[in-house]
């Protein structure tokens, strides 16, 4: 009944790792630690390795009988993909075919899946659900799909129960303030508006104020990184117990503009939060966020925090760890 958690060290995986280990279930967590802490794992059993280094893979699969895994191991910034296509391609890609096909043949039979909103590019229609058109826009959005190509394979050919979990815009801390997000490899809003108001930046940039949307600046669906982990928890359940196969939206089904994050944050801080507005940035879509009604139903997944949850507890994350695991 062991879990194997690719990128455990990571931001979501440690929150998640955390959920697994509190509900009594057994974990190995497998990371380069390339952007992942030791810290994060909050003393989980630890292998320093790749998720694509099969032999590696399959000895850890032996050696813990290890019957279900949950991969997060993977680059995840947009942006940086449009930079550095193959770097995603290869580490998003290549790792995790050959992650699928050192598992074959073995006990394991449960796999969920890092997935991504970006997958959908822009959507035509708001919210978007699991039928829209899969249209990924960057090689980041690209990688998840071709993940969850692989992944329906090893279903049909091999029998992998599997759930690719597609996220909207993770963001938070964990409510105690023990885990967060480390801001040294992040690109994302929340963290930067957080460093500007911590004066750790001179500035947060806000990427277009031009967008069709109520105050000209563009939208997303934000959710709270435990919403996100509890969603890991109940996937890898479903799985087990012999849920059916698919891809589910995790996002909370209400957006929120760039300046309402930036609003909010100078609420909760009492700080101000120095900002330079500019123009759009490449392939930024004007607005999504989530239809999440399968996955409410087929988990029973409803999440629990709104943004001013995630910027109260990603204040207090950044406050007392500035740095943050270093
Ligand atoms: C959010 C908004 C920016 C930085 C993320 C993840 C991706 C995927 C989807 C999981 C956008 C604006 C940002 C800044 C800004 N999730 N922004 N100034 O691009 O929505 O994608 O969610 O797979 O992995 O990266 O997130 O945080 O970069 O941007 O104005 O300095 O904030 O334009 O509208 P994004 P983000």
Redesign the pocket.
Known sequence: MTVLITGGAGYIGSHTVRALRAMGREVVVLDTLELGFEAATLGAPLVVGNAGDGALVRSLVEEHRIDSVVHFAGY????ESMQVPGKYFENNVVATARLLEALVGTSVRSFVFSG???VYGTPAVLPVDEKAALQPESP?GQSKLIGEQLLRWHGELHGLQWMSLR????SGASTDTMIGEDMSHT???VP?VMNAALGLRPA?????TDFPTPDGT?V?DYIHVEDLADGHVRALTYLEAGGVSGALNLGTGTGSS?QQVIDLVTEVSGRVVPTQYVGR?AG?PSAVWADNRKATSALEWVPRQGLRDIIESAWRWHQSHPTGYV
């Open positions: 995840k910034n947009a942006g991504s909103c970006s980041y996220y909207f815009n993770a690109f994302n809003l930067l947060v940039q806000v990427f277009g563009a997303r760039v940035r930024d």
